[in-house]
């Protein structure tokens, strides 16, 4: 995929970042977003010290007009975008009878309004190439819930729904659609979960272990890739057994 652009959400760290290193060792010229300018560029930096090509660019993914910019910045590096990756997000736990209005508008709007967004974004000029692949990071909560995650699961729920939706309205047209479901991963946002919270966790999966992100990055590799031109509005579970389908 030499030369072909991708632009990862959420990169600075964590799955994202993973997923932004894998692709650029795969040939994509990476465009590297985070909240945070510091942890955007330390990203591509590194990729670039690694080889790679990679640039940039701080924003939030639930602001309009930063998406607008991100966009644009994301095309003056490396040109029209072939892969998008919906990974940003934030995690948050609360019991749903004392779950505060702000934090579960909050978990929608960074998880639900920012794919919405920076899709719409990058939708057009794939359409009009004929060609594209859209991968957005949703988690195995989206399938099963989870305790004290009432937000978080119906948001990840949404961005399923989401998926399968616009698999079937653009596949015809060349731009292909599909989800990541992963269970747990070793990533900061899962850290910061109570301990407690990871040890229930830890017990119930089949395989023992939580994910790492490299595993996650793996699977978003795969849908971005040719060898997965069958796969249509699919959401792949990297979940150490958590979910089967």
Same mark, same amino acid.
């Given at each position: 995929?030499?030369?072909?652009? %991708?632009?990862?959400?959420?990169?600075?760290?964590?799955?994202?970042?993973?997923?932004?290193?894998?692709?650029?060792?795969?040939?994509?010229?990476?465009?590297?977003?985070?909240?945070?300018?510091?942890?955007?560029? %330390?990203? %591509?930096?590194?990729?670039?010290?690694?080889?790679?090509?990679?640039?940039?660019?701080?924003? +939030?993914?639930?602001?309009?007009?930063?998406?607008?910019?991100?966009?644009?910045?994301?095309?003056?590096?490396?040109?029209?975008?072939?892969?998008?990756?919906?990974?940003?997000?934030?995690?948050?736990?609360?019991?749903?009878?004392?779950?505060?209005?702000?934090?579960?508008?909050?978990?929608?709007?960074?998880?639900?309004?920012?794919?919405?967004?920076?899709?719409?974004?990058?939708?057009?000029?794939?359409?009009?190439?004929?060609?594209?692949?859209?991968?957005?990071?949703?988690?195995?909560?989206?399938?099963?819930?989870?305790?004290?995650?009432?937000?978080?699961?119906?948001?990840?729920?949404?961005?399923?729904?989401?998926?399968?939706?616009?698999?079937?309205?653009?596949?015809?047209?060349?731009?292909?659609?599909?989800?990541?479901?992963?269970?747990?991963?070793?990533?900061?946002?899962?850290?910061?979960?109570?301990?407690?919270?990871?040890?229930?966790?830890?017990?119930?999966?089949?395989?023992?272990?939580?994910?790492?992100?490299?595993?996650?990055?793996?699977?978003?590799?795969?849908?971005?890739? +040719?060898?997965?031109?069958?796969?249509?509005?699919?959401?792949?579970?990297?979940?150490?057994? +958590?979910?089967?389908?």
């Amino acid at each position: 995929m030499a030369g072909t652009s %991708a632009l990862v959400t959420g990169a600075g760290s964590g799955i994202g970042r993973a997923i932004a290193i894998r692709l650029a060792a795969d040939g994509y010229a990476v465009f590297v977003n985070d909240l945070s300018a510091e942890r955007a560029e %330390a990203v %591509a930096a590194e990729i670039r010290a690694a080889g790679g090509t990679a640039a940039s660019g701080a924003g +939030d993914v639930g602001d309009e007009a930063d998406v607008a910019r991100l966009h644009a910045e994301a095309v003056a590096a490396f040109g029209a975008v072939a892969l998008l990756v919906n990974n940003a997000g934030i995690a948050h736990q609360s019991l749903f009878e004392s779950l505060e209005v702000a934090d579960f508008d909050r978990m929608f709007r960074v998880h639900v309004r920012g794919t919405f967004l920076m899709t719409r974004a990058v939708l057009p000029a794939m359409l009009a190439a004929g060609k594209g692949v859209v991968v957005n990071v949703a988690s195995q909560l989206g399938q099963i819930g989870g305790v004290e995650l009432v937000h978080y699961s119906g948001a990840k729920a949404a961005i399923i729904g989401m998926t399968k939706a616009l698999a079937r309205e653009v596949s015809a047209r060349g731009v292909r659609v599909n989800a990541v479901a992963p269970g747990p991963i070793n990533t900061p946002l899962v850290m910061d979960l109570s301990e407690d919270w990871r040890a229930a966790k830890k017990a119930e999966l089949p395989l023992g272990r939580f994910g790492e992100p490299s595993e996650v990055a793996a699977t978003v590799a795969f849908l971005a890739s +040719d060898e997965a031109s069958l796969f249509v509005g699919q959401t792949l579970g990297p979940n150490s057994g +958590d979910v089967m389908l």
